[in-house]
């Protein structure tokens, strides 16, 4: 079966760093995306990882390794508007986006 | 209109009524989609459409059907609503670029009771 892995809930401090990682299982792979959803509101689209390597967009980073089936996003000098949840999904052999059920970022001041 | 939007916002619904969600986007992609979102779990797949005239069915099709008869609007109808449909839904839709990324509509929450 397909199957995306992140954990569920992290916290972190204003101002701090933190990687939130997330590993896949799918039949195939046709790129990677990352979201971020604040509570009550639609996914905003963050990254987009199809090469291995990092993509650097501002604060946020994002890696991939397709031979570990793994991708992390990397937030830094965090802010208390970074709280919400971040979602990590994979284009399958199909192209239909396989999603993680979502990884929820606390910030603490 | 800029992007997409969706009605109604929020709706309580009796199990069996029929209840339709709308979606409209107007930025002319061709690819549109239905999620279900629940907590603890990811977005599901629906129902999308790859182009105007065409809808293919995704992960968790049964009990819902769509329609594309234009590029602009996809809307989602629940025949006889169930308290498993209690969820909330999101309509995306997707650019012709190289990325293919999903920009998604505030979302429906929908209750049946």
Redesign the interface.
């Known amino acids: 079966g397909q199957n995306i892995d992140q954990p569920t809930e992290m916290t972190a401090t204003e101002g701090a760093i933190v990687q939130i990682n997330c590993t896949y299982q799918t039949s195939g792979f046709n790129g990677l995306f990352w979201y971020q959803q604040h509570a009550g509101e639609a996914p905003t689209f963050l990254s987009y990882n199809v090469l291995d390597g990092l993509e650097e967009k501002g604060r946020f980073s994002s890696f991939l390794s397709r031979s570990k089936g793994y991708s992390y996003l990397l937030l830094k000098e965090l802010q208390m508007k970074d709280s919400a949840s971040y979602l990590c999904a994979v284009r399958d052999s199909n192209y239909q986006l396989i999603w993680g059920a979502g990884t929820k970022l606390i910030i603490k001041p | 209109i800029a992007g997409i939007t969706q009605a109604p916002t929020s709706q309580i619904l009796a199990a069996g009524r029929r209840m339709t969600l709308r979606c409209t986007q107007d930025m002319r992609h061709n690819a549109m989609y239905w999620y279900r979102q629940d907590l603890?779990?990811?977005?599901?797949?629906i129902h999308?459409s790859n182009t105007a005239g065409t809808t293919g069915k995704?992960e968790v099709p049964d009990g819902y059907s769509v329609s594309r008869a234009n590029t602009d609007d996809f809307p989602l109808t629940l025949a006889s609503a169930v308290p498993s449909q209690t969820s909330v839904y999101?309509c995306a839709s997707s650019d012709d670029g190289g990325?293919?990324?999903?920009?998604?509509?505030?979302?429906t929450r929908l209750t049946v009771l």
Do not use: H
Not at chain 2, 40 to 45: H, Q, S, Y
Not at chain 2, 99 to 107: I, K, L, R, V
């Open positions: 603890g779990l990811g977005l599901r797949l999308y995704g999101f990325s293919d990324t999903q920009y998604f509509g505030p979302g």
